[in-house]
Nanobody
C-alpha cells in the first residue's frame, strides 16, 4: 500500500514563502509523474502543479505560474513544492499524488499539509 505524506505547511504572511515536501512509500515512485493539489475550505480540490517521472517536464496551474516551482528527488521518494509570493487565496490543504499524463490523480489521497496565508 503506497502512502503519501505531505509536510512543510504553516502560517505565513502574504508575500512570504514556504517549501512543501511529500514522501511516497513504495518502490514505484521514480516511475510515475507526480502532482500537487490543494483544497480550500468549501471548495473542490484543484490541480496545482505536476512533474514528469524524470523531472524534465513540469507544468502548473495558471494561478500559480511564476510563483510555485515543483521538483523531485527520486532517490528520496520525495516531491517538493516551492511556493513564493504567497497570497491569501493560496490558503488550502495541500496534497501530493501520483498523476496520469492528463494530470489526473491516480491513488487515494494521503495526508495533506495546511498552508495559511494571512493578509
Amino acid at each position: 500500500q503506497v502512502q503519501l505524506v505531505a509536510s512543510g505547511g504553516g502560517l505565513v504572511q502574504a508575500g512570504g514563502s514556504l517549501r512543501l515536501s511529500c514522501v511516497a512509500s513504495g518502490r514505484t515512485f521514480s516511475s510515475y509523474d507526480m502532482g500537487w493539489f490543494r483544497q480550500a475550505p468549501g471548495k473542490e480540490r484543484e490541480f496545482v502543479a505536476a512533474i514528469s517521472w524524470t523531472g524534465a517536464s513540469k507544468y502548473a496551474a495558471d494561478s500559480v505560474k511564476g510563483r510555485f516551482t515543483i521538483s523531485r528527488d527520486n532517490a528520496r521518494n520525495t516531491v517538493y513544492l516551492e511556493m513564493n509570493s504567497l497570497k491569501p487565496e493560496d490558503t488550502a490543504v495541500y496534497y501530493c499524488n501520483f498523476v496520469a499524463s492528463t494530470g489526473s490523480p491516480l491513488r487515494s489521497w494521503g495526508q495533506g499539509t495546511q498552508v495559511t496565508v494571512s493578509s
